[in-house]
């Protein structure tokens, strides 16, 4: 038997007393409402593994992930590929806690041996049991990677570029008809770089976010300001 307050973090709780031909149970001195639920060991409720999401991070691959229970479960194991067919484990993390909990769980692979890197996230129950999530793809063909958010945007916004390698070069905002709103020097560092833009002056309506650097290499996120 497992009882919550909170309807997040639920524990277990033996009851006083039962009867298996009429079908009921005992709990002696409940002080305050709650909700119980009723499972058996001997059997798995497999966790709802969530969704998996990769981050390009240059050099590295971000993971993050978060089961939805985490019931009867043992253990994570991240798994990867580089053809999306084969796949080796590369690490394991277990389970924070046992019960219907919502805890976040994340893994940095500081070795991605592919210019495409498939990942996916392995519980192991209690049982030896298996429940996997989605696979999620990175690739590091592109030099950088820009993307903004949120979009559409009210005040404030924040860039984030993904770059390879170190390198300086321009962040500029255009308007629909051509006009520079923005224009901003950058020195990325080789990874996640984030800039953060006040577009709380800005009229409603379409623009372009543009960065590119000294090599060439240029990037364009359409965004919205409402």
């Not at 497999?46 to 590295?60: E, R």
């Not at 389970?95 to 893994?107: A, I, M, P, R």
């Not at 993307?147 to 984030?160: C, G, H, M, S």
């Amino acid at each position: 038997m497992w009882r919550t307050n909170t309807q997040t973090n639920w524990v277990k709780q033996a009851p006083n007393g039962r009867n298996t031909s009429l079908n009921f149970i005992d709990i002696d001195n409940v002080d305050t409402f709650a909700t119980y639920t009723l499972s058996s060991s001997i059997f798995s409720l497999q966790s709802n593994t969530g969704k998996l999401t990769a981050i390009n991070g240059g050099d590295k691959v971000l993971l993050e992930w978060t089961p939805g229970i985490e019931f009867n479960g043992d253990r994570f194991i991240i798994e990867r590929s580089s053809d999306n067919i084969s796949w080796y484990p590369i690490s394991s993390q277990p389970v924070k806690e046992q019960g219907f909990t919502l805890s976040f769980y994340n893994y940095t692979d500081d070795h991605p041996n592919s210019n495409e890197m498939y990942y996916r996230v392995r519980e192991i129950d209690i049982n030896t049991d298996a429940a996997v999530t989605n696979t999620a793809k990175v690739s590091f063909m592109d030099k950088m990677l820009v993307t903004l958010t949120p979009n559409p945007v009210v005040l404030r916004a924040k860039a984030t570029v993904t770059a390879r390698n170190a390198g300086n070069g321009i962040m500029s905002v255009f308007a629909l008809d051509g006009k520079r709103i923005i224009q901003q020097q950058l020195n990325l560092q080789a990874g996640i770089n984030q800039v953060d833009i006040n577009t709380g002056a800005f009229a409603a309506g379409m623009y372009y976010l543009v960065v590119e650097m000294k090599d060439g290499t240029k990037k364009m996120v359409p965004f919205t300001k409402q």
